[in-house]
């Protein structure tokens, strides 16, 4: 009975267990500075001077750059320090414009094709 338990024992203690964790290259070589995921399929990640989304998991990513405003205009140099999405084609970003280093909030609605300013901190 004793060498049962022992056997047991062992096999609980040196059994290799595995966590739920994969790694994914979103195919970008830039820091990455954020994410949020509104579901297992709409992940969004803030980056230096861009965003990368997917829409299924992870299978494939697309690099959002350059960052536009709701004119459609190129926003100036700029890093997503925090993203958080509030449905699968809106969300907020916080960060820093590093011409004049100005600090901002903006949103989007359309999956981050266009950004609205919401605050900045000049």
């Known amino acids: 009975m004793k060498q049962l338990l022992l056997l047991i024992t062992f096999s609980l203690i040196f059994n290799t267990s595995y966590s739920q964790w994969t790694v994914e290259n979103p195919g ?5 500075y954020s994410v ?27 690099t959002v750059f350059p960052l536009r405003d709701a004119s459609n205009v190129i926003i100036g140099t700029a890093n997503i320090y925090d993203i958080a999405l509030t449905s699968p084609t809106s969300g907020i970003a916080t960060g820093l414009f590093y011409l004049g280093n100005t600090e901002y909030i903006l949103n989007t609605t359309n999956s981050g094709t266009n950004w609205n300013y919401r605050s900045t901190t000049f």
């Open 36 to 62: 949020d995921y509104y579901s297992a399929n709409n992940i969004w990640i803030g980056s230096y001077d861009q965003f990368i989304k997917t829409t299924n998991g992870g299978t494939s990513w697309t």
């Open 28 to 32: 970008v070589t830039d820091d990455l």
